[in-house]
């Protein structure tokens, strides 16, 4: 845990749930002989990708009706740059927007994007999935995800493609017009379930919400995102076992 809050401080929190492999100098990817059902046995620092039990993505469905307090969002922050690490396009943000639940406060540390979606939701995929990722001041992360349907070209995607490195490793500051919760819905309802990493380590202890309500992105923007990416990004989903999914 104490390598994770390091992490979390330094803003180094990698692509698609953080991924601290990187760290490690293992080699993963989503093709070939390091795709996801691999990644338990790259390395022994990610045997919870095998062996965990409350891993993601998950298939959405099943669910518990609860009385689900409203996330408190306050969008104060900066985006600074966009990267492309390799696995995912990701935006990397100042610190002044935060989530409050559970009587903690997450603050936001950079937003990236899956194509198609990792989580399903009723056995519906996607075409493209952001997950927001916070974490608090003891490390403890949750990830805020956002689905995209296809439809009008969405303007803040726009604004980020326009500054999408093509190749692995680039990075261009960004300075848009835009606060980085902007892209969420006005309606911010969600679904919760405990999970993991969606990424090597794939630690678990993560609180997941995902937005009920849908935004809209062009066949345009998704093709482009896939072209950059090469493959698509999105681990499968995983076996929910005994967790309650929450709406």
């Known amino acids: 845990m104490k390598k994770l809050i390091a992490s979390v401080a330094s803003g180094v929190l990698l692509s698609a749930g953080v991924a601290f492999g990187g760290g490690h100098g293992v080699h993963w990817g989503y093709t070939g002989d390091v795709a996801p059902e691999y990644w338990g046995s790259l390395d022994p620092a990610f045997e919870m990708c095998s062996k965990g039990k409350n891993q993601s993505p998950i298939d959405l469905k099943g669910f518990i009706e609860a009385e689900l307090a409203p996330i408190k969002f306050v969008d104060f922050g900066k985006w600074v740059n966009v990267i492309n690490n390799g696995h995912a396009i990701q935006v990397n943000c100042e610190?002044?927007?935060?989530?409050?639940?559970?009587g903690r406060t997450f603050n936001l540390i950079q937003f990236h994007f899956h194509s198609p979606s990792e989580n399903l939701i009723e056995g519906k995929s996607f075409p493209m999935e952001a997950h927001f990722v916070?974490?608090?001041?003891?490390?403890?992360?949750?990830v805020?995800?956002?689905?995209?349907?296809?439809?009008?070209?969405?303007?803040?995607?726009?604004?980020?493609?326009?500054k999408m490195p093509e190749k692995a490793g680039g990075k261009n500051d960004i300075n848009p017009d835009f606060s980085p919760y902007s892209l969420l819905p006005k309606n911010k309802d969600?679904?919760?379930?405990?999970?993991?990493?969606?990424t090597p380590p794939c630690s678990?202890?993560?609180?997941?919400?995902?937005?009920?309500?849908?935004?809209?992105v062009s066949k345009d923007?998704?093709?482009?995102?896939?072209?950059i990416m090469g493959v698509p990004n999105n681990r499968p989903v995983q076996p929910i076992n005994a967790r309650p999914i929450l709406k």
């Open 221 to 227: 923007q998704v093709a482009k995102f896939a072209h």
């Open 204 to 216: 678990e202890g993560v609180r997941w919400f995902v937005v009920k309500e849908a935004v809209t």
């Open 95 to 102: 610190k002044g927007s935060s989530i409050t639940i559970d």
């Open 190 to 198: 969600y679904y919760r379930f405990n999970g993991s990493l969606t």
């Open 144 to 162: 805020v995800a956002l689905m995209f349907e296809y439809g009008d070209a969405n303007p803040i995607i726009e604004k980020i493609w326009a």
């Open 134 to 142: 916070h974490a608090d001041k003891d490390g403890n992360l949750a």
